[in-house]
Structure formats: C-alpha cells, structure tokens
C-alpha cells in the first residue's frame, strides 16, 4: 500500500482544506516531516489510519474529536485517501461526527460517513467499507500500526523488555494465545488430577481408620506401607471370620427367645384358664335375672299396642264430629254467595251496553287529535319562517365581512411574497460576502504570518545588536583573565624553581637539569603565588572562554536566522523596516475592508434571519386566505338554502290552515279531554264489575268443592272408628290382660336399658365359651405342660440370657459393618486412583514441560513457539543494524540463563566485534540504542509482512530518535532507510532535528499560527 494523495479540510490543527501529493517524492524514497510542536505532523498518520481503518494512529486519540479548534460549524470536516495498491489506485473519503454547514439551515449534526471507491463500485457503509479495505490492505489496525507507524520510544521498551514483557508484545502480534490457552488447559487439568490424587490418598487413609480388628501384624504393616491389595486381602478374610461368628451368635440368640414366647404363652394360658373358671360362677348368677328381663320386655310390646289402637279411635271419633260442624258452615256460605252474585250479574249487563259504544267515542277522539296535530306543525311551520329569515340575514352580513377580509388579506400576501423576493436576493448577495470575506481573512492570514515572521527578524536583529555589545565585553574579560592566568602560571612556576635551588649542594647534580655546578640559583620574590590561586585564575579564563565562545554560537545561529528567514520572505535585511511598515499597512488595509465585511454582512444576516419568520407569515396568510374563500362559498350557499326553504315553508303553512275544521286549538283541546274522560270512567265500571263477579263465581266453587270433600271424609271416618273399635277388642282378648294393660307399658329409658343388658349378657357368654375351647385347645398341644409358677421361674432365667447373647451379636454386626464399609470405600478409591495415577503422570508432566520447567531453562511452549518467530526478526534486524554500526553490533537471542526461575527465551544480548564478547542491551549509549531499536523495529516490520501472506506495505513512518545519534551514526540511519527503496518503500521522518533538513532532501513542512496549521510538500 501506498499513499497517493491526502486531503484534509478542518482537520485537527489543519483549519483550512490542505492536500499532501506524495507522489513529488517519486525521486526521493526518503522524505522529512518537520515543523513546531504541536503543529500537526503526527497529524498527518492519523488522517491516514483514520481514512483506512476509520481510528486514529495513536490509543489517546478520538476519532470523533479530529474537527480543527479553529474551525467553525460553517467548516466542513473531512479526509480523503487516494492509495496504490498493486497497480490499482483507491480512495477513501469519511467525515467524522460533527456539527457542519446545513443545506436547509446555517448549521446541522452531520453524521459520520465513507465513501471507499474501487475500479467498478463505491461502498457509503461503514462497517463494509471498513471489511473491504482490511481485506484489500491484508493488515488489522494493529498490525497496521506495527508495521508502518514506529511511534516515539515504542521500540526501545521492546529492545529493553525482559522475556515476560516482549511475550505480552509478540502473543498480541503473532497471535500465539492458542499456545497460552494450551499451557493453561494443561496446569489446570494436571492441576485438577494432583487435587484429586490427594483427595483419593486422603479418603484412603480414612478408610482404613475404619478399619475394627484385633492385633494383625500384617495388616499394620500393610496400612502403614499403603499396600491396598494386601490390606483388602487381610479385610476380607477378617469380613469371613467375623460373619461366621454372627451367625453361630444368632442361632444360640433365637432358640432363647422361641423359648422365652413359649414360656410367656404357657403363663398367659394357665393364668386365663383360672380366670376363665371364676367368670363363669358370675354369668350363671347374671342369667336368672335376665330372664326376667325378657319377660317385662314381652308385656310392654303388648300394652303398648293396645294403647295406641285405643288413641287411634279417639282421634277418628273427634275428626268426624269436627268435619260435620264445618259441612254445616259450607251450606250456609254457598246459599249467601248466589244471592250476591245474581245482584252482581243485573249491574255488569248494564255497563256492557255503554262499553260496546266505546269504540265511536275512540275514533271522534283520533280525529280530534290530527285536528290538534295539524295545528302544532303550523306552530313549528311558523317558528321555522322566523329562524330562517334571521339566519338569512345574518349569513348576508357576514358575507360583506369575509369579502372585506379577504381583500386584505390578499393585499397583505402580496406584500409578503415581495419581501421575501427581495430576501432572496439579499441571501445571494450574503453569499458572495461570504467568499470575499474568506478571501479577504485568507489574506489578513498570510499578511499577519508575514508580518510576524518580519517582527521575529528584528527581535532578533535587535538581539543581534545587544549580543555584539556583550561579545565586546566577554572578549576584553576573556584577554583579561588569559593575561592573568599566564602571570599568576609563570610565578607560580618561577617560585618552584626558587624551592629547588634551595635544595641545592655543590658537587650534587641538579635533580632537573643534572648539572654539579650550580652558579647562578633562582632567587625569590615578594610574590606569593600558591597552586590554589593559579587554578582560581584557570577556571576563571575557562568560564570566560565559555561564556565567549556561547555568545559567538549565539550570534552565528542569530545571524544564520536572519538570512535564512531573509531569504524565505525573498527580501534582503536591510529592507525589513521598510517591507515591515508596507506590510502593516497593507494589513491595516485588509483588517478595514474584513471589518466594513462584516459589519455588512452583519446587516444582511439580520435581514435574512427574517426570511423564516416571513415564511411562515406566508404559509399563515395562505391558509387564512383558503379558510376566508371557503367562509364565503358557505355563506352564499346558506342564503341561497335560506330562500327556497322560506318559500317552500310558506306555502305549507297555507295548506295546514285549509284543513282545520275548528277555530282554535283550545277549542278542541277541551272537547278531547272530555271524551277522554268519559272512556276511562266507563272502561273502569265495566272492568271493576267484571272482577266482582268472577270472584264470587270462584268463591262459590270452591265452597262447593270443600263441601262434597267433607261430606266424603265423614263417611270415611265413620268406617274407621267402627274398624278400630274391633280390633281393640279382638288384641284385649288375647293379650291377657284386663283393663289395667296401661299400667305395662314401661318408659322409653327403662326398655332400653334393659335391652341393653340382656344384650350384655349374651356377648359376654359367648366371648367366655370362646375362650375355654382356646384354652384348652392350646393346653392339650402343649408339652410338658407343668404349674404356673415353675413355668415363670424358666422365663426368668431365660430373661437374664437373652441380653448377654444380643449385646454380642450387636458388637459383631456394628463391627462387620464397618469393615465391609471400609472394604467397599478402599475398593471403590483403589479403581478410581488407577486411573488417575495414570493421567496425573502424562498430564504433570506435559504441564510441567510445557509451561517452562529446569530441564527446558524455564522455556515455556509459547515462548518457544514466539522464539522461532524472535529469532527471524533478529536475522531481520541484523542486516540492518550491522549497516547502521559499520558492522559492529549484532543481536542475539540470549542463551546465558538469567538469575531466578522466571520467564527465559526471549531477552537480548548484544555482540561487540570489537571486543568480541556480548553484553546487555542497557550497556548501549543513547544513540546505539536508537539504532538497535530502529532496527528492531524494521526486523518485525518485515517478519509480519511475511507472516501475513507476503503483504506489502510500500510506506514506512518513524516518529522521532534521530537526536540521540552523532554525525556518522546519522548518515548510516539514513543510508538504512533508503536502502527500504529496493523493497519498494516510501520513508518518511518525524524530526526536530536541524541536520536531517539538510541530509533529506524531500520535506513535507508544517508550520503553525494562531488561525490554524497548513502544510506542504517541498521536493
């Protein structure tokens, strides 16, 4: 991928709209960004991750925050791509989220948007346009920012990081999560098995806690070793001997207890049959007053019915004599209710005369009332005619006033369309402000930049002026402290040779000049010059010496500026007062013309901001003028309506009074009344008697009926008093009793209680010959049946047995219970850790292999996987960084194993051919680590490219490092670079440094002010 052609209008520090050609670097492989900080050249990267993967280069950067400071909502912001891309070319357009210029109104919320144009298509969806150029690209955004985007510092933490950091680097890079994720699945499952191993050993040791037996030396030993298959073998043989003792335990224990319900039966019948014997004295006693008893019982029921029989006939008797006093009553009743009705009947065939002609006096009536009826519509008639000619007359007056209003309404329209004519022409003229506007600050722009860069000039050529007073001053203070320094140097040297001589014997040789004769010795001064003061004087010259050779750089890079800045505003320096005042006033100028501008357009604003509210006094004054229109078509249809409907009505009326017989309504109100009156009097007469005499016509009915029912009861009556009174006489005969048989009926308690007793008595006598034959059926079975009491002596030994043989069998069985418990824990625990001692040794030791043990120096599966990987970047980097060091330095993956047991495999040493050892990375000096860390950089750039299918990405971004290398190393750095131009790639350079501009030719340049940044390209 390479890029083509970058746009960006109101795009971070960049206001205006600027355009980057990269393709005037076709000559040049290697191009410089410079500029100020902060004035936008990291800028540039992210305007085209964002065009490409729709994100900025760098994590602190928001994508939706990429809109100019300086720009306002008017501004539009946006980036446009244009990328080659094996001979195809490419573009991408998006526009963040933003507030921008309306189409409708001044300003909008703009959404973001894409436009991704290929051969044959163009995609506007987001999130297809982001797919298809990954795809196109071959890279992520992250690989992307790996491979072509080397940001500030990144790559030496890289060169510096110890194993554990550079693998957190390369498993995001290299995707090797899947070797992590199979390091951690092996500890965990190893892990899991050594829990469950302990867990088993654990429960085993439990197990054999359980285990109850008497001294076994064999199985001690067994438990002590941990030997299962001997402890199981010695447990189930003890299982064996115990369960044959149980059951020796439970045969003695039931024979006992048969014995001990054999015994308990015996005494239970022998005692039964004594009380058998004395239970049958009573019920003999008992049975003669039973008998009695019956007797009594047999009497009552024979008295008692006589009674009744005589009861029955006394009550037969007093209903008949009752039944023929009320037959008498009946007779009379009847006789009295035909005399009434015959009197009743006369009167009603009176009033059915007067009720047949009911129905004549019915029809004068409905007669009458359309008489009455054609009155009120006369009436309503009558009341119709008024509404109608008010509503007529109402309607022609507001006719006048909707015609009256609609004329002015129209007129106002009319006015308003005009203004809004005139509205449109302002607007178009506001525009046309607007451009001249923007010319005119583009302008003011380019004047105040120039004007400041002439203020600059002669700030520093007033500082020029004070530097060369001050240069004066240092060199007399630099001659001065020489002067003092080489006299205090040349006493101080004099007064060591006066030492000397003092020193001196005649014959000797002189220690210096090895001479025995010594005429003429060194004499001393009255100086006094010590080492301290000529040291004082030394540093004093050297601080002057440094001082003087500041201010000579300070005035050479001054006076360079000047000319260099002279020659970019294309004047010589001794017209910049001149050019400075020119300027000013043509800035002057512009500032009068942008503000007379604005202050217009100010005005038209104004003027235009009314267009919306005229609008909608257009679009209201429409709507009144259709509602008026409409008013008046209703108006005139309701006094046409209003016409035809009074003429209509007045005819209606005039037949109505044709019909009328009477001449007034009152007059046949009356004569309806009384009509009416006299209906409903005779209709109340007739129904009034109708009901009087269907009732005595029922009363009379019914009295008969009740009479004939009577006269049939009391012959009934009469047959059953006759009945009664035979069979009374026939139960007297044979019941043997004479009159007094009352006297044996007893009361209700009395026979129940005997019943009760007599029954008493025959469950008892029957329970008591049960239980004899039991008794003695059992005693004749018995053997050695012998007295009761030798029966309970026997149950009494065998009572005191039981407990000893039962307290022995519940000591076997809890004992045998729990040693086939214990046998079937060890056996279940001995199947299952089999097979986990199995899986615990293949799967501890892959985990203990793979996540880095002694044997592999702590090596883990993934960072050996990343190894090989780091191994190609180093070969890469290698070629690169032998070029950059005159092939001094070359990496190694270090083999030495660092102190400790943490992460080994992928630290860095560094080999000096020089000295032909290695050494670590941090032993570098700044400028070779750069070096190392570019080529590093470059080394994975390339093994990424590789490991992704062969992509190529033709473009490379190195952000800043440069400073930190002297002359050579920066020449070799450069030559690095442009030997990636036989690979097909463009370079280019994040720097401040002042002497890459002269080593690069090609410049992308940013320079800044207080409107907003521009750039561009310098080939």
């Not at 002590?224 to 149980?246: M, R």
């Not at 009167?347 to 009120?376: H, P, Q, T």
């Not at 006066?498 to 004499?523: D, I, N, Y």
């Not at 005159?886 to 102190?899: F, G, L, P, T």
Request: charged share 35%.
């Amino acid at each position: 991928m390479r890029p083509l052609k970058l746009v960006m209008n109101a795009f971070g520090p960049y206001k205006d709209k600027v355009e980057i050609d990269f393709t005037q670097f076709n000559q040049s492989s290697l191009f410089l960004i410079s500029g100020p900080t902060g004035a936008g050249k990291t800028t540039i990267f992210d305007a085209i991750a964002y065009a490409l993967f729709d994100s900025a280069s760098g994590d602190d950067r928001d994508k939706n925050s990429f809109k100019s400071d300086h720009a306002t909502d008017l501004d539009l912001c946006y980036v446009e791509l244009e990328f080659e891309l094996g001979k195809k070319v490419y573009k991408v357009h998006r526009t963040p989220d933003q507030t921008g210029p309306g189409t409708r109104t001044k300003t909008r919320k703009i959404k973001s948007s894409v436009e991704f144009h290929t051969e044959n298509s163009v995609t506007t969806k987001i999130l297809e346009a982001n797919q298809e150029i990954q795809e196109l690209i071959g890279l992520t955004y992250e690989q992307f920012r790996q491979i072509v985007m080397l940001p500030q510092g990144a790559f030496k933490k890289m060169l510096e990081s110890n194993s554990r950091q550079k693998e957190e680097i390369f498993r995001n890079i290299f995707e090797t999560d899947i070797y992590g994720y199979f390091q951690e699945e092996l500890k965990k499952k190893a892990k899991t098995l050594s829990d469950q191993r302990k867990k088993y050993e654990l429960a085993l040791q439990e197990a054999f806690k359980r285990i109850d037996s008497e001294e076994n030396e064999t199985l001690d030993k067994a438990i002590a070793q941990l030997d299962v298959k001997t402890v199981l073998s010695e447990l189930d043989q003890i299982i064996k001997n115990e369960n044959e003792e149980l059951k020796q335990i439970r045969t003695h224990l039931s024979d006992f207890q048969e014995e001990k319900v054999r015994q308990v039966r015996l005494i239970e019948m022998l005692g039964k049959r004594d009380a058998l014997n004395e239970e049958k004295v009573k019920l003999d006693e008992q049975e003669k007053q039973v008998d009695q008893y019956k007797t009594q019982l047999v009497n009552h029921e024979k008295a008692e019915k006589l009674v009744q029989l005589q009861k029955n006939r006394q009550d037969a008797k007093t209903e008949k004599e009752t039944s023929e006093k009320r037959l008498s009553e009946l007779n009379e009743k009847i006789q009295q209710v035909k005399t009434e009705r015959a009197t009743v009947d006369e009167r009603y065939k009176s009033i059915s005369i007067a009720y047949k002609k009911l129905d004549d006096v019915r029809k004068e009536v409905l007669k009458l009332n359309e008489e009455l009826n054609r009155f009120e519509i006369e009436k309503d008639k009558t009341i119709q005619l008024s509404a109608l000619e008010k509503r007529k007359n109402e309607s022609q007056v507001k006719k006048e006033q909707i015609t009256e209003q609609h004329k002015q309404l129209k007129d106002k329209h009319q006015s308003v369309k005009t203004a809004l004519t005139e509205l449109s022409k302002t607007r178009e003229k506001l525009t046309a402000c607007y451009k001249v506007l923007s010319t005119k600050k583009d302008e003011q722009n380019q004047l105040n930049q120039r004007l400041n860069n002439l203020k600059e000039v002669s700030q520093w050529r007033e500082q020029g002026e004070e530097l060369k007073q001050a240069f004066q001053a240092a060199e007399q203070t630099l001659d001065k402290a020489r002067a003092e320094w080489q006299s205090a140097k040349s006493t101080y040297f004099s007064q060591l040779s006066v030492v000397l001589a003092g020193e001196l014997e005649e014959g000797k040789p002189c220690p210096v000049c090895g001479s025995t004769e010594h005429p003429t010795k060194a004499q001393a001064k009255s100086e006094d010059i010590t080492k301290e003061r000529v040291d004082t004087f030394e540093k004093k010259k050297e601080t002057a010496e440094k001082t003087f050779n500041r201010l000579v750089t300070q005035s050479e890079h001054l006076s360079h500026q000047v000319t260099e800045r002279c020659e970019e505003l294309g004047i010589s320096p001794k017209d910049i007062q001149n050019e400075k005042e020119k300027v000013e006033e043509n800035t002057e100028a512009v500032t009068e013309k942008i503000n007379i501008l604005q202050d217009e357009i100010k005005t038209e604003e104004a003027a235009v901001k009314q267009e919306e509210a005229l609008t909608k006094e257009l679009d209201t004054l429409e709507k009144k003028e259709r509602e008026a229109a409409e008013g008046l078509y209703k108006q005139v249809s309701i006094i046409e309506n209003s016409e035809v409907r009074l003429i209509e009505i007045s005819k209606e009326i005039a037949d109505l009074k044709e019909k009328q017989v009477y001449d007034s309504k009152e007059q046949v109100l009356e004569l309806v009344v009384t009509k009416e009156r006299a209906i409903k009097e005779t209709e109340r007469q007739e129904k009034t008697t109708r009901e009087e005499l269907n009732r005595l016509q029922n009363t009379l009915a019914t009295a008969e009926t009740e009479r004939n029912l009577t006269e049939k009861r009391i012959k009934e009556l009469s047959e059953t008093e006759e009945k009664l009174k035979q069979t009374f006489r026939e139960r007297m005969e044979t019941s043997g009793f004479q009159d007094d048989f009352a006297d044996a009926v007893l009361q209700e308690e009395l026979v129940e209680k005997r019943k009760k007793e007599i029954q008493t008595y025959r469950e008892a006598r029957a329970i008591h010959t049960n239980a004899v034959k039991e008794v003695a059926d059992f005693l004749e079975k018995a053997d050695s049946v012998d007295s009761k009491e030798a029966h309970e002596t026997r149950l009494t030994e065998i009572e005191a047995t039981i407990p000893e043989w039962e307290i022995k069998r519940d000591r076997y069985i809890q004992k045998t219970s729990q040693n086939q418990s214990a046998q079937e824990t060890i056996q279940k625990y001995q199947k299952q850790s089999e097979y986990i001692e199995k899986d615990y040794q293949l799967y501890g030791e892959l985990s203990r292999m793979a996540n880095g043990a002694k044997e592999t120096d702590y090596v883990s599966f993934e960072r050996y996987v990343l190894g090989i990987y780091f191994e190609e970047i180093l070969d890469a980097a290698n070629t690169r960084l032998a070029q950059m060091t005159n092939n001094r330095y070359e990496m190694h993956k270090k083999v030495e194993k660092a102190k400790g047991a943490g992460p080994q495999g992928l630290d860095i040493d560094v080999f000096d051919h020089h000295t032909g050892k290695a050494r670590g990375v941090s032993t570098l000096s700044g400028g070779e680590t750069f070096k190392a860390s570019l080529a590093l950089a470059l080394g994975l750039s390339d093994v990424i490219q590789s490991q992704n299918g062969g992509v190529s990405v033709d473009t490379l971004f190195v952000d800043e490092g440069f400073g930190t290398l002297d002359s050579d190393s920066l020449d070799n750095a450069i030559q690095t670079l442009l030997d990636l131009h036989e690979h097909g790639r463009l370079v280019g350079i994040i720097s401040h440094v002042e002497e890459l501009k002269t080593r690069i030719q090609s410049h992308i340049i940013v320079e800044k002010n207080t409107s907003g940044s521009q750039a561009y390209v310098q080939a």
